[in-house]
């Protein structure tokens, strides 16, 4: 069975940065999207970053595109987000998600919040 565990987040003031990190646990087969969406008090989740394990292509929201980087670890099976510039905007608990795809996919961003294998979830506040 494949578990997903987050660790990294925490408060930090505007501008600044942070990492995500979400190990992978459990045998995988085949190829995966994986990624991250968020949720802040009173709003829908929203998709952040979605990348391939095969080849790494990786998709981005708009609001986040230019401050934040996603990637994957194959050796470690780790996925991990760094969050730069970070705005009071993007506080929210952040999620990491996976789910079992072809090799030729696309893993958009937007359509993370509806991958079905998920993470704990991770605190993120951005505050002065």
């Known amino acids: 069975q494949v578990e997903l565990v987050e660790s990294g987040g925490g408060s930090v003031q505007p501008g600044g940065s942070v990492r995500l990190s979400c190990e992978v646990r459990g045998q995988t087969y085949g190829y995966y999207c994986l990624g991250w969406f968020r949720q802040s008090p009173g709003k829908e989740r929203a998709g952040v970053a979605g990348i391939h394990t095969w080849d790494g292509g990786a998709t981005y929201a708009a609001s986040v595109k230019g401050r934040f980087t996603v990637s994957h670890d194959k050796a470690a099976n780790t996925l991990y987000l760094q969050m730069d510039n970070l705005r009071p905007g993007d506080t929210a608990v952040y999620y990491c998600?996976?789910?079992?795809?072809?090799?030729?996919?696309?893993?958009?961003?937007?359509?993370?919040?509806?991958?079905?294998?998920r993470g704990q979830g991770t605190q993120v506040t951005v505050s002065s």
């Open positions: 998600a996976a789910k079992a795809v072809g090799r030729g996919s696309w893993c958009y961003a937007h359509e993370t919040p509806s991958y079905t294998l």
